[in-house]
């Protein structure tokens, strides 16, 4: 019945040991592991044939033999536990009843040890109460009339069994916590690679933005430069030379931007972040940048209302970047005899920027692939807490409209 019980639950656990195979398995094992197992066997015989041969019975050599087979099982006792187990306890019940010097105490336990550390607790249990009926039916029926006291050795190997399983389950538990703290440490470790690129690749679009931010102003204002200079060439060479120094202005202002943005990508860890970015564009070049737009040919006119507040950087540089952008886009679309207008609002709590034009670029019909610029501004704008609208002006030209919170405050 033992036997059949211990084929039936092993039977059970042979596709799951299939698919999670133990750190013992054949294919895995290291040398010392052998060493180690085959060691515990050993020892497990001697303990067995230790109480024979100190009270001095025979032993002929069929029991070190049967004992051997029994024993022997041990060696593969991690890769196979409830197997091994079975063999143990199925083998020692008939060796047991031929010889009762062949009960095999120790490699008992230290199977059913195995199979409480490795296997399931359900396995666990099923396995120590077979132990523990093999155990008390043998006693009540070897020493019953030898032994007076069986019945106080029968309560003392129920605890040798006890400690035997809790010994296996505590080692289970163990196994399994630090199980958990490896795939805790290792989800941890994934996690912060994503944030990781995660971070990455905002910086990734903050610097594509701001190069296009760059690259499209410059080179469009370098563009229109060029084609005034080529104009007055002819009739006007000291206005045609004066307009390529703008140009070589220009271009090298475009150079210095454009490498303090790469110089992003290539900072090294502990550099100072300031020396990197600096400087950065805020409200007080706008007449800078309006300047410039007006020495490639398009009138503007800069409106401030209002008393400037302390405001960070951060929206400083967003409005800086949309009356760029709004400025690039007239110049590329506007027209000839184009004007424009920038106004700024401080109001309690936020700040407005438009800006319009009377050029073409309201009726002219648009290229393929216009407006990437104004959708990352209007994504800049969000992160602030604000808002972003561009459309035709009545009755012709562009307006560009946004309003930003002084509080620098991101919505998430």
């Given at each position: 019945?033992?036997?059949?019980?211990?084929?039936?639950?092993?039977?059970?656990?042979?596709?799951?040991?299939?698919?999670?195979?133990?750190a013992?398995?054949?294919?895995?094992?290291?040398?010392?592991?052998?060493v180690?197992?085959?060691?515990?066997?050993?020892a497990?015989?001697?303990?067995?044939?230790?109480?024979?041969?100190?009270?001095?019975?025979?032993?002929?050599?069929?029991?070190?033999?049967?004992?051997?087979?029994?024993?022997?099982?041990?060696?593969?006792?991690?890769?196979?536990?409830?197997?091994?187990?079975?063999?143990?306890?199925?083998?020692?019940?008939?060796?047991?009843?031929?010889?009762?010097?062949?009960?095999?105490?120790?490699?008992?336990?230290?199977?059913?040890?195995?199979?409480?550390?490795?296997?399931?607790?359900?396995?666990?249990?099923?396995?120590?109460?077979?132990?523990?009926?093999?155990?008390v039916?043998?006693?009540?029926?070897?020493?019953?009339?030898?032994?007076?006291?069986?019945?106080?050795?029968?309560?003392?190997?129920?605890?040798?069994?006890?400690?035997a399983?809790?010994?296996?389950?505590y080692?289970?538990?163990?196994?399994?916590?630090?199980?958990?703290?490896?795939?805790?440490?290792?989800?941890?470790?994934?996690?912060r690679?994503?944030?990781?690129?995660?971070?990455?690749?905002?910086?990734?679009?903050?610097?594509?933005?701001?190069?296009?931010?760059?690259?499209?102003?410059?080179?469009?204002?370098?563009?229109?430069?060029?084609?005034?200079?080529?104009?007055?060439?002819?009739s006007?060479?000291?206005?045609?030379?004066?307009?390529?120094?703008?140009?070589?202005?220009?271009?090298?202002?475009?150079?210095?931007?454009?490498?303090?943005?790469?110089?992003?990508?290539?900072q090294?860890?502990?550099?100072?972040?300031?020396?990197?970015?600096?400087?950065?564009?805020?409200?007080?070049?706008?007449?800078?940048?309006?300047?410039?737009?007006?020495?490639?040919?398009?009138?503007?006119?800069?409106?401030?209302?209002?008393?400037?507040?302390?405001?960070?950087?951060?929206?400083?540089?967003?409005?800086?970047?949309?009356?760029?952008?709004?400025?690039?886009?007239?110049?590329?679309?506007?027209?000839?005899?184009?004007?424009?207008t920038?106004?700024?609002?401080?109001?309690?709590g936020?700040?407005?920027?438009?800006?319009?034009?009377?050029?073409?670029?309201?009726?002219?019909?648009?290229?393929?692939?216009?407006?990437?610029?104004?959708?990352?501004?209007?994504?800049?704008?969000?992160?602030?807490?604000?808002?972003v609208?561009?459309?035709?002006?009545?009755?012709g030209?562009?307006?560009?409209?946004?309003?930003?919170?002084?509080?620098?405050?991101?919505?998430?």
């Amino acid at each position: 019945m033992a036997a059949a019980a211990i084929g039936r639950l092993s039977g059970g656990t042979m596709a799951s040991m299939r698919m999670l195979r133990p750190a013992g398995f054949l294919a895995n094992r290291a040398a010392g592991r052998w060493v180690f197992d085959a060691l515990v066997t050993v020892a497990a015989a001697a303990l067995t044939l230790a109480t024979p041969i100190h009270e001095r019975h025979h032993t002929g050599p069929a029991a070190f033999i049967v004992l051997a087979v029994i024993v022997a099982p041990l060696v593969v006792r991690r890769i196979w536990p409830i197997q091994v187990f079975g063999w143990i306890l199925a083998t020692d019940i008939p060796a047991a009843l031929w010889n009762k010097h062949l009960i095999a105490w120790p490699a008992l336990l230290i199977a059913l040890y195995t199979v409480a550390a490795l296997r399931s607790r359900q396995a666990a249990l099923v396995c120590a109460g077979l132990f523990e009926i093999a155990t008390v039916v043998g006693l009540a029926l070897l020493a019953r009339n030898t032994v007076p006291g069986w019945r106080f050795l029968a309560i003392s190997y129920t605890g040798m069994i006890a400690a035997a399983l809790g010994l296996g389950l505590y080692s289970a538990t163990r196994r399994a916590w630090l199980a958990e703290l490896h795939d805790r440490a290792d989800r941890l470790e994934r996690e912060r690679d994503q944030q990781g690129a995660l971070a990455a690749a905002a910086e990734r679009a903050r610097i594509a933005r701001e190069m296009h931010d760059v690259t499209a102003h410059h080179l469009t204002v370098m563009v229109t430069l060029s084609e005034a200079a080529a104009a007055a060439s002819a009739s006007s060479p000291e206005r045609a030379a004066e307009v390529m120094r703008s140009v070589s202005a220009t271009g090298r202002r475009a150079l210095a931007d454009t490498r303090r943005l790469l110089g992003v990508l290539r900072q090294h860890p502990g550099d100072d972040p300031a020396v990197a970015l600096a400087p950065v564009p805020d409200l007080t070049q706008l007449d800078a940048l309006i300047e410039e737009v007006r020495s490639a040919g398009l009138q503007t006119t800069l409106e401030v209302c209002g008393q400037a507040p302390d405001v960070p950087a951060g929206v400083q540089l967003t409005a800086y970047r949309l009356v760029q952008e709004a400025l690039t886009n007239t110049l590329k679309h506007g027209g000839s005899g184009a004007r424009a207008t920038v106004r700024l609002r401080y109001l309690p709590g936020e700040l407005r920027v438009d800006i319009d034009d009377d050029g073409a670029g309201g009726t002219a019909p648009a290229p393929a692939g216009v407006g990437g610029g104004l959708i990352g501004m209007a994504e800049r704008i969000h992160a602030y807490g604000g808002d972003v609208r561009a459309g035709p002006r009545q009755p012709g030209g562009w307006t560009v409209s946004a309003r930003l919170h002084l509080d620098g405050g991101e919505t998430g």
